[in-house]
C-alpha cells in the first residue's frame, strides 16, 4: 500500500510503508492498493462459468460468433491520480479492455480467434489498452491481459471445431 497525504484537501505527498506523521485534522491520509490486481471479462472468476453471454460473444472478421474469455491484471501506477482524476478507474479500465477486445477480435477469422492467432491478438489489445490508458491518465497501468478461452457459442459447432483441432 501508499498513502496519499492531502492538506486542506490538496493531494500533496505520495508515502510508503515506515513511520510518519500526520497533523490531526489538518492532513488526512488515504491508503491506495499498489499490488497487482485484475478482473475476468466474460465469465465470472468464482465459478468459472460464462457470467454474461453480452460480454463474452464477439462476431470476427467472416461473420462467425465466437465466446472469447479474457483475464485483465493492472496495478495502480500514480496514487494522486488513481483517486483524483475519475470517480470509477477501474470501470474505466474495464470499458477500455472490453472496446478494445471487441475492436481487435472483429478484425481475425474465427479460426485465428480460437486456435493460432491467440498470441497476436492478445499482443494487439495489449498494445491497444496501453495507449488508451496513457490518454485517460488515470492513474492505472496495465500489467497482462491474457485470453482464457475462445470457443464457438453453440455445442454443436464446438464440437465439430473440436473434431477438426484434433484432426
Known amino acids: 500500500e501508499q498513502?496519499?497525504?492531502t492538506t486542506f484537501g490538496k493531494a500533496g505527498d505520495v508515502v510508503t510503508s515506515g513511520l510518519h506523521f500526520k497533523v490531526p485534522f489538518i492532513q488526512n491520509v488515504?491508503?491506495?492498493n499498489t499490488t497487482i490486481q485484475g478482473f475476468p471479462i466474460g465469465y465470472s472468476s468464482a465459478s468459472g462459468e460464462d457470467i454474461s453471454s453480452a460480454e463474452s460473444l464477439m462476431i470476427?472478421?467472416?461473420f462467425n460468433f465466437v465466446n472469447v474469455d479474457f483475464y485483465v491484471e493492472y496495478k495502480v501506477a500514480d496514487p494522486v491520480?488513481?483517486?483524483y482524476n475519475s470517480e470509477r478507474p477501474e470501470e474505466i479500465l474495464k470499458n477500455i479492455a472490453q472496446s478494445c477486445i471487441r475492436n481487435v477480435v472483429s478484425n481475425y477469422t474465427v479460426d485465428d480467434v480460437i486456435t493460432t492467432g491467440k498470441s497476436e491478438i492478445q499482443a494487439t489489445i495489449r498494445e491497444?489498452?496501453?495507449e488508451k490508458l496513457e490518454q485517460q491518465?488515470?492513474?492505472l497501468m496495465l500489467?497482462?491481459?491474457s485470453m482464457q478461452d475462445a470457443e464457438p457459442p453453440t455445442q454443436a459447432v464446438i464440437e465439430a471445431f473440436k473434431a477438426v483441432e484434433t484432426a
Open 30 to 32: 488515504t491508503r491506495v
Open 128 to 130: 491497444m489498452i496501453v
Open 60 to 62: 470476427t472478421s467472416d
Open 137 to 139: 491518465d488515470i492513474g
Open 81 to 83: 491520480k488513481y483517486l
Open 3 to 5: 498513502g496519499v497525504v
Open 143 to 145: 500489467v497482462n491481459i
